[in-house]
């Protein structure tokens, strides 16, 4: 009844009880964002190892096609296959826009030798693997740039803890009774967690990145070529 | 390229920055319970008949 006088335990009783529940909730929702974040991670390491195998199917390919076409498709992927791995944020751009302007140029060569070869299946699964490799690009680019877990997640994530710790200290406040260590370790633990879920879904930058080792082992294998 | 909200900020602030304020709400709302616990004797007597 409203403005009924509350006794201590009527106010501390129900706040003890709703606190679980949000914790409960907030356990829920960073579940759903780590898998969220755990798939788009996933994504992008297998779509790397796809692009890898791609490359290196269309570089074995490009050896049968004639010259001078072998030796330009060549002298092509050793180039890309660099401009592939991503280690550095800041020259990102860069390196897709070259990306872009090599697939234009062994396109070009694809059509020359489409035209000059006529329908021999060499040249066929050459063209094949040259458009596994083109769409690889995009689906790596989306992949990393633009599936992120959506912004409106990470916001009521970063809400939902802070307000959830709130409720924990206002249920203490209510007891009379807090340890520093518990409120520490809560805080410590909700904020490493959501600071995983961030991480998991910053693809070139953090603690957790994707493995880049199927492309620097191709480069690598080129190099020693 | 997308963004994200907390793209621009290096992943140690945001530990540290999400375990400060997390911090600072669990103290504001154990002040918040502490204020509403004092009140509630005070709202006992008051509606004491008598």
Do not use: C, K
């Amino acid at each position: 009844v409203a403005g009924a006088p509350r006794a201590s335990g009527e106010i501390s009783g129900p706040t003890g009880m709703i606190v679980g529940s949000i914790l409960a909730l907030m356990a829920f929702l960073l579940a759903i964002a780590m898998g969220m974040a755990a798939d788009r991670f996933d994504t992008r390491r297998g779509l790397v190892l796809q692009e890898g195998n791609a490359i290196g199917t269309t570089l074995l390919r490009g050896g049968y096609v004639p010259e001078p076409h072998s030796t330009q498709l060549e002298a092509l992927l050793r180039e890309y296959v660099p401009l592939r791995i991503v280690d550095d944020q800041e020259e990102l751009q860069a390196q897709i826009a070259r990306s872009v302007e090599i697939h234009d140029e062994m396109w070009t060569i694809a059509e020359e030798l489409a035209r000059e070869s006529g329908e021999r299946p060499v040249v066929a699964i050459f063209i094949e693997s040259l458009n596994e490799t083109i769409d690889l690009h995009t689906s790596r680019v989306t992949a990393g740039l633009y599936a992120r877990v959506p912004p409106t997640v990470i916001w009521f994530l970063v809400a939902g803890v802070v307000l959830s710790v709130a409720m924990v200290g206002y249920n203490a406040g209510l007891t009379g009774r807090r340890s520093t260590i518990t409120a520490v370790m809560l805080a410590v633990v909700l904020s490493a967690v959501v600071a995983l879920v961030v991480d998991l879904d910053r693809p070139a930058e953090g603690v957790i990145r994707t493995s880049q080792q199927p492309l620097i082992d191709l480069r690598d294998s080129l190099d020693g070529r | 390229m997308s963004q994200q909200p907390l793209d621009d900020i290096p992943l140690l602030v945001v530990v540290a920055a999400l375990f400060v304020v997390t911090l600072a709400f669990y103290e504001l709302g154990y002040r918040i319970g502490r204020w509403r616990e004092r009140r509630a004797p005070q709202a006992r007597s008051r509606g004491r008949p008598a």
